[in-house]
């Protein structure tokens, strides 16, 4: 099997011996046996982790969740600085939740029943793979949009009766927040998770609409 690998400045072909890998098994074949200067990142190897991110053939996927194919052509993911080959750097990811100021009481007396479990469980979900940052069309108009999975889990705090400063929270995604959005599905299409990020946006539409918020494009 032959895979087309980006480092950088040019695209390197590595013939691969194996037989029906998943595209990690593929990774750590090469590096072990055939090219040891290979950037790439993984932990779980069992889709839980997020670390193995990776465009193949445009499309943002879980290296270790893939089956490889011959002629696949490998990217780094992106809208995220490129530390080695296909490895980016995800600080970015704290920094933007942090951006959101989203916080949570973790003494909180406030306790939680099966149905406030319900309203947050999906994003809660999110192993911050960042496929869905990769995958963002509109970061290419403005790169300082929050993007997806950071408005996934504002919308798992907004539903959360523990959060603090909900308000906070809102009044920070109104600017390169959910306005950004062109609402086109592509986060959701790649989400490993099955988080609906744009259904997310939509929800966090209505409530901003509801708490008296406006549109600015309006
Ligand atoms: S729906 Fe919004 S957040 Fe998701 S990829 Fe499209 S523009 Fe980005
Ligand atoms: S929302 Fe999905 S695609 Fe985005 S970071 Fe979380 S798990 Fe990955």
């Known amino acids: 099997m032959k895979l087309n690998i980006d480092r950088g400045d040019d695209s390197q072909a590595y013939e691969i011996q194996l037989r029906h890998p998943t595209l990690l098994q593929a990774f750590i074949e090469i590096r072990e046996n055939i090219d040891p200067s290979l950037g790439f990142d993984y932990a779980c190897k069992s889709g839980v982790c997020g670390a193995c991110a990776v465009r193949v053939n445009g499309e943002e996927l879980l290296a270790c969740q893939y089956d490889a194919r011959s002629g696949d052509s490998i990217e780094p993911l992106r809208n995220f600085d ?32 099966a149905g406030d479990e319900t309203k947050t469980i999906e994003q809660s979900n999110c192993i911050l793979c ?89």
């Open 130 to 218: 960042c496929s869905c940052y990769s995958a963002c069309p509109a970061l290419d108009e403005k790169e300082d949009f929050l993007g997806p999975f950071v408005l996934t889990r504002v919308l798992r705090y907004a539903n959360d009766n523990r959060a603090e400063a909900s308000k906070t929270m809102m009044d920070t995604i109104q600017k390169n927040g959910i306005w950004d959005c062109v609402l086109c599905s592509a986060c959701t299409d790649v989400c490993p998770q099955y988080i609906d990020s744009k259904e997310d946006i939509v929800q966090l539409i209505k409530k901003s609409l509801s708490l008296g918020y406006v549109d600015p494009r309006a």
């Open 82 to 113: 490129i530390i080695k080959d296909l490895i980016v750097d995800k600080n970015l990811s704290t920094e933007l939740i942090k951006k959101a100021k989203i916080s949570i009481d973790n003494h909180s007396s406030v306790t939680l029943d």
